[in-house]
């Protein structure tokens, strides 16, 4: 095999990335609005509520995904381009945000406490919720201003 091949059997299997059908994107709004409540009534009303909190924050994160990875009424290249601008973008950012906001809170911590605070990394769950909502918003940005 010369490069050429290997080059075009990468762009073949590239292109192979199956999206969901448009209708499990309502299926992820519906399910983020129920698992958004869930966790908003988890965490204020029941206060004792944490495997139920955890459980209702990662649907979040699954409604979110259905959200993302669902296609648009009409898919065409064009829109297959900004979905891969928005999840470039939402990379980018997501790595920006997990280095930068321990950083921040750290220092934050360390003024208003005036003493010695100490360094802790993100969760993961939040750099996710962050990078999918960066994505989401992004392709809506972007679809918006090309029509």
Known sequence: MNITQICENEQKSANNFKLLPHSFKNIGFAGLI?????????????????????VSSKLVLVSMLLISIS???????????????????????GVGYALAMPLIDFLVDSVIQMKQSDYTDMSSGIVLWFMLFVQIAYFQLLKKLQS
């Not at 129920?34 to 909190?53: G, K």
């Not at 928005?86 to 950012?93: G, I, L, N």
């Open 71 to 93: 296609k648009e009424k009409i898919e065409d290249e064009m829109i297959s381009e900004l979905r891969v601008k928005s999840y470039s973008f939402a990379f980018v950012m």
């Open 34 to 54: 129920l698992s958004v409540l869930a966790v908003l009534f988890f965490r204020f009303v029941m206060i004792d509520a944490t495997t139920l909190l955890s």
